[in-house]
Structure formats: C-alpha cells, structure tokens
C-alpha cells in the first residue's frame, strides 16, 4: 500500500532557522517542498558567500570522490571527529582531497607508462631471443648496417617478396634471416652492407614495411647494445609498479578514513545549503512545509521540540490545502510482500492516492512464473540458488530481493510441476512414477490453453476492477472502466456458451447484455471504447503466452532426456542431457521472469496503474547508497 | 483434408509471425542499445520491450496449435 502522508508546515523565529534545519537533518523525516510565498513571506536566496561556498564545497567533493575511487576506498567507515564540522576543516578537507587526487593521478600515470614500457622491451626480447647470435655478431660487421622487421602472422609470403625486391634494388649484398616469434608474428633480420643502406630504406619504406627501430631511450644505435639496458630495466619494472601499488596503499591507509568523512560532510552541507531555499522567511520568522508519513509525525514533533524548544511550532495542513499529485510516496507492504517492491521501482512510481500493486504482483508473478516453469526439479534447483543469493546477500540490497523473490517463484513452479507432473521433464513420471495432478502440459495443450486465457481473463478483470476503483473520485471514468469490466465477463459467457462448455441458455442473456452495455460504454467512454475493449479481449488473448512459454519448456526437457538414448555413448548421452537441460533452465528462468513482468506492466497495469508518483526523499544526512523510501524512516547520524 | 497442406498451414502460421516478430526486434534492438548507452538505467525495461513484439509469434503458435488440433 501507498502510506499515508502528512503535510507539515513548521514556523520559529528567523534566527532558528538554521538550527531547524540541522535539527530537520538529523531527524531524517520531512520531505522537504518550498511553500507559497505570499508578501511578507519571501523565499530565501543563497547570499554571494553561500554561493561561493557551495561551488567550492562542489569542486572539493569532486576531488573526495575521484580519490577515494582511486584509492579503492569508497567503502568503509569514516574517520571520527566533531559532529558539526567547521569551515578550518571543510578548508583542510579540500587542500587534502586536491592533494591525495593529484597524487593518485600521477601514480595511475606512472603505472601506465611503466606497462607500455614493459610490453615495448618484451616486444625488443623476443626479436632479441630470436636472432641472438647473428646480433650478438652485428659489432663486428663493420661495414654492415642491420634492419630489424617483423611481419604479422598471416604476411609470411612477404618474405620472398621483400628477398627478390632486395635483389633487384642490391644484388647479392645482403642477408636475410627469419624467425617465428612467440606472438605469431615473423621477425626478420636483414643485414646490408653501409653503402646499400639508403636504397634498402628506401625500399623498406615504399614496400610499407614495419620496422623495429631501436629506441634512444635506450642508448646506442644498435639492438645489441641497448638490448641489455632494455632487460636491466625490465627488472626494475616490476619492482617500481610495486612502489607504485604499495605508495597508494600507504595513501589509502592514511587518509581513506579522513576522506570519508569529509564526503559525508561535504555531501551534508551541500544539502543544508540547497534546502535553505525552500524555506520562506519574513523579516522575523520562517516557515518550511513538507511532507512526514503520518504516523511519523508525532516523532516530528517530538524532534523538534526537544532539539529547538517550544520556540518553533509544527502544525498539520488540512488535506484540502494541498493536492495529492503532488505528495511523495512511499510504498509499506508486510515483510513478505515488500521484496516485490523492486519489480514496482521498476516502472515509475504510482502516484500518490493511486492503488499500490505490489501484493497483486506478490501473488500474480510467482504464480504465473510457476506455471511457465513448471517442473518439480528446476523448481528445487531454482531454490537452492534462491538460498545461496540469499546467504550471500546483505538485507536490503536488490540482490536479497532478488532473492526473496526467487523463492515463491522455486515454490510455484514445485506446486506447478506436481500438478503437471514433471521432474526435469518426464524424468519423473519414468523414473519415480511421478503423475500429473492435473494434466500432462507435453499433450494437454488445449485444455493448458483455456486455463492460460482464464488466468488472464481473472487478471485483466482484477485489473479494470482496480481501475473502477482507482477512478472513484471520476464517477463518469469508474463507470466506463466498470461496463467495460461487465462486457468482457459476457462476452466470455457468451463464447463458453456458444462452445458448449457453458448451458446454451447462457448465451442469449449474455449477448442481449452486451447490446445494451454497448451504447451505455460509448456514452460514458466515448468512441474510442469499442477499440479499447478489444484492446482489451487481445489484452486476454495475450495470456496465452503462459501455454506457450510452457510447452516450449516441458518439449525441451524431454529432448534432453531423450539424449541418453540418443546418442550411442550412455555417458555422452547423459552429458548432452545434462548440458541441455542447463540450457533449458535458463532459458525457463530467464523467459517466464521476462513474460510474467510483461503480463504485468502492460496487460494488468494499463487498467489502472497512475504514474509519475515523486520519489519521498527526506531532507536527511547523506549516504551512500540511498535506501529506497521506507514507511517511518528513521535518523542516522554517520559522522561521530 | 490433406494432413500435409493442414501440417504447412500450421507451419505458416508460425513462421511467418515469427519473422514479423524477428523483424520487430531487429529494430527494437538497435535503439535500445542506443538508449541504454546513454542511460544504462534502462536495462531492464530494455528487456522488456524486446519481449512486446513475442507476442505475435505467441499468437501464431495458438492458431498453429489450433489448426492441428481441429483438423
């Protein structure tokens, strides 16, 4: 359900306001919405030193941020240190996030050019490796000037291209040497004699050829001799990366803490600066409005009273002063129903004063999801997983919910299987002499069908019902949605009847009944209902789904199981089945989990469902991953 | 009727939505992928909008079903 919220507005003397507002931060419960400011009242502006404060306050957080992100340390608690931070500390916190940013900065760049220079001297090693002793012999060739070439993996015919090229441009005054290098490329060596050299450039040049220079970085001009400085540095490279690595970690152990914290209250003094202007002042008072959860607001009160006095006096707006479009929303449904409170999120919010779907989506979604799965074993093994997210899941997070959703989803689809009789397909009914309770889904499909579509049926009915409802403040809207709802029930009466499944004296009062609803709905809706309802007979068809994805699902498993036998190796056979049926649980998980939210957001919440709802936020101290709003949150102050 | 023309019939009724659906996804896909660059908050309604064009080739699979089972 959507909770019930109050609209507060709080008055105190002007020179209060600022202790309000802290005292409003701590407590973690008001919403804060900027009021009407008829003259004397007048919104408060930030002055030009708040101004220059804030964006200071700004670029200081950016640099916390980006530091705690390079020094791996967004987590963990905060250093300890006075409640209310004063501006010599938000002043040391900014030179030190600026300081610990830059720092982090040049060891990221460090690290960087240290693992370019790595692979550059691995690169030179291979080539080295690969010609050792012909350069080890390049010293002594005096009169001789050597050229070092690789050429990519699949480029080998080059070689005695770029051999016959070198004869026609300098006869027989040259070697040529090649050798397969660990990366797949070729290296090639060649070796000419000095007065040769300008045309082989040449040639190497025009024939796009890449050569490997040898680096100045590393002295002398030939690969011998700036080979072993090349391999010298590459000892020492590891060790300065591992400088590198243990100088942030000495960062992080010194200041991570300290950083924290100044996020925590950079993060609280901006909002206290950006809730100033919801504020409205007079000469001598103030007044903020906002919203509480009505059964928080006695605690409201209470908070208030004992931080700022009687000096500043909380009253309750009468629901006709504010419109309900515009109050914040916060979703409380019982322990078991709340971890479907993700699959709403995922959708904007319903609007306040609108219907909360959540426990029809807590009934609706394991239950379709089961009868598309289906199976006694993928159930079961869907609910060990459901266990295991759950143990490795913090409360509150989505993966817990995730997790508490899989295990009604794992108990419908076990109910599910016993009803059609499946255990990794037929595997049961072979081996266990599992029966169907119900039908065998695998040759049952037209009686699988009819259920779909009357599940369907009952859901889109529940649907414009929760419409009807949801428009009871229209009569003319809830009316419509209400003969809309009646029709679609006749016309399934009339089909049942017309198909012999109902009495054939059924069909007669049905249709007379959609005559006369008919005009009534045209009326009411206009004439775009008769499209509309249609749009809704489709919405029902759309049901069919559930047979489908089922089918699909049940003909799969028993493909798996069919491989045993299949396939002439029992052992290649029970591997083949196994892996099919991995294949077919996750194609059953992740299928009907897509299909039952579909069947929910647009075939069930297009009858009723309100977004746009606004998100309830109080004006609270910062954390840094906002829980989701909660029915009477309550204060958490972080910093000691 | 001839069992071959019914088993083709029912064959048609799947595939050709199947290829509609194909089609639909094919240009769902790429403006998804679009979206969800900008905002990757939309994965999962992503998700969803590739399953909207499956309901064709779910209702095509019910006539194909149909057909085999009244014939």
Known sequence: MILAMSKVRILGPRDRLDDVLRALQDLNLVHLSAPDTPPPLATVSLSAAQERERRHLRAALLDVEQALDALAATTGSPAAGPAIPGTVDFARWARLAGRVRRETERLRT???????????????????????ALLESEARWPNATAYHVLVKSGDAGTIPQLRASLSAVIGEEFQLYSQPLPSGEIAVLVVVSAQAAGRVERLLAEARVQEIPVPQAYGGHSLTQAIPQMLARLGEIPREIEDGRKRRADLARAHAAELRRARLALHDRLRALEALP????????????????????????SGLQRACGDDVVVSELKKEEWES????VVLANPRLLRPFETLIRIMPLPR????????FVAVFFP?????MVGDVGYGLVLAVIGLLLHARSRPGTTLRNVAEIIGPCALFSILAGFLFGELFGDLGRRWLGLRPLAFDRADAIVPFLLLAVAIGAVHVLLGLVLGMVSARRHPRQAMGRGISALMIVLVVLALLAAVGVLPRQFFSPAVIGLLVAFPVLIVLEGLVAPIELLATLGNILSYARIMALGVASVMLAVVANKMVGAIGSVAVGILFALLFHLVNFVIAVFSPTIHALRLHYVEFFGKFYSPGGVRYQPFGHWTRAPAPARAAPRTTRHAA | MNPALIALAAALAVAIPALATAWAQSRIGPAIAASMAEKPELS??????????ETMVILGFVVAVVILVRT
Do not use: C, N
């Not at chain 1, 479009?325 to 914040?328: I, L, R, S, V, Y």
């Not at chain 1, 306040?352 to 426990?359: L, V």
């Open chain 1, 325 to 328: 479009e515009q109050a914040p």
């Open chain 1, 278 to 301: 919801l504020s409205g002042v007079t000469p001598r008072a103030f007044i903020i409005e906002g919203w509480v959860p009505a059964r928080a607001r006695r605690d409201l009160e």
């Open chain 1, 110 to 132: 460090r690290a960087a050019e240290l693992e370019d220079e790595r692979a550059l001297i691995l690169k030179y090693q291979h080539f080295f490796s690969a010609f050792r």
């Open chain 1, 367 to 371: 239950a379709f999801f089961g009868l």
């Open chain 1, 352 to 359: 306040y004063g609108s219907i909360d779907p959540t426990p």
């Open chain 2, 44 to 53: 999962t309604i992503a998700v969803l909008m590739i399953a909207i064009p």
